[in-house]
T-cell receptor, first 112, second 111 residues
Framework: NAGVTQTPKFQVLKTGQSMTLQCAQD?????MYWYRQDPGMGLRLIYY???????DKGEVPNGYNVSRLNKREFSLRLESAAPSQTSVYFC???????????FGNGTRLTVT | DQQVKQNSPSLSVQEGRISILNCDYT??????FLWYKKYPAEGPTFLIS?????DKNEDGRFTVFLNKSAKHLSLHIVPSQPGDSAVYFC??????????FGAGTRLTVKP
C-alpha cells in the first residue's frame, strides 16, 4: 500500500520562482492537509481540505495556495518562493476530522 | 502563538525504564488529543489518541493520560526499548480538521 505519496522529495528554488508540491493518497480519505516542519516549531498547518471541493486556511497560509484536484490529490503551490519558505513540507490525509492523520515522507524545500 | 507546547526538547532514558513525555495546551476547546512518532526522513506516524471524555487510554506499552483541568497530557512508555528512540509530537484539535502540533520531544533510549 502506497498510503500518502509526495513529489518531489527534494527541491531547490531561487527566490521568486514558483513550484507546486504534489500529494496523492490511495486510502479513500475525505480530508487532506499540508504542514510545514521547522526546527523548534514542530508541525504547522498551512491549509487543509475537509472534503473534496473545500479548502480552509490553517495556522500559516500566507504565501501558499492549494488545490483539491479530486478526492485523491491535494497540491500546494508557492507562487513566488521566499527564503522563509525553506522547510520540510508534509502532506497528510485522514478519513475524517476525528481520525488520525496519515503522513507522506515529506518534501525538503530550500529557497536560496 | 503555539497552542500546543512540548517544553522538553529531548529526553534520555535507559532501556527497560519508563519514558514520560509531557505536553501542555492553552486552548480549552481542544477535545481530541494524539501522539505521533517520527523517525528521520519519514513522516510522523500515529501512536495513540484520547478524547476529552476520558482521562486515560492504553495500548500495549503506551499509555496517554489527560488532565483537562491542568490542560496537560502525557505519554508513558513502559518498558522503553531502543526502537522507541524517535521524535514524539503531541497534537490536539477542536471538533474540526484544524489539528495543531507541538514542537516535539526527541526520545533516546539507551541500551
Amino acid at each position: 500500500n502506497a498510503g500518502v505519496t509526495q513529489t518531489p522529495k527534494f527541491q531547490v528554488l531561487k527566490t521568486g520562482q514558483s513550484m507546486t508540491l504534489q500529494c496523492a493518497q490511495d486510502m479513500n480519505h475525505n480530508s487532506m492537509y499540508w504542514y510545514r516542519q521547522d526546527p523548534g516549531m514542530g508541525l504547522r498547518l498551512i491549509y487543509y481540505s475537509a472534503s473534496e471541493g473545500t479548502t480552509d486556511k490553517g495556522e500559516v497560509p500566507n504565501g501558499y495556495n492549494v488545490s483539491r484536484l479530486n478526492k485523491r490529490e491535494f497540491s500546494l503551490r508557492l507562487e513566488s518562493a521566499a527564503p522563509s519558505q525553506t522547510s520540510v513540507y508534509f502532506c497528510a490525509s485522514s478519513a475524517d476530522w476525528r481520525s488520525p492523520l496519515h503522513f507522506g515522507n515529506g518534501t525538503r524545500l530550500t529557497v536560496t | 502563538d503555539q497552542q500546543v507546547k512540548q517544553n522538553s526538547p529531548s529526553l534520555s532514558v535507559q532501556e527497560g525504564r519508563i519514558s514520560i513525555l509531557n505536553c501542555d495546551y492553552t486552548n480549552s476547546m481542544f477535545d481530541y488529543f494524539l501522539w505521533y512518532k517520527k523517525y528521520p526522513a519519514e513522516g510522523p506516524t500515529f501512536l495513540i489518541s484520547i478524547s476529552s471524555i476520558k482521562d486515560k487510554n492504553e495500548d500495549g506499552r503506551f499509555t496517554v493520560f489527560l488532565n483537562k483541568s491542568a490542560k496537560h497530557l502525557s505519554l508513558h512508555i513502559v518498558p522503553s526499548q531502543p526502537g522507541d528512540s524517535a521524535v514524539y509530537f503531541c497534537a490536539a484539535s477542536e471538533n474540526n480538521n484544524d489539528m495543531r502540533f507541538g514542537a516535539g520531544t526527541r526520545l533516546t533510549v539507551k541500551p
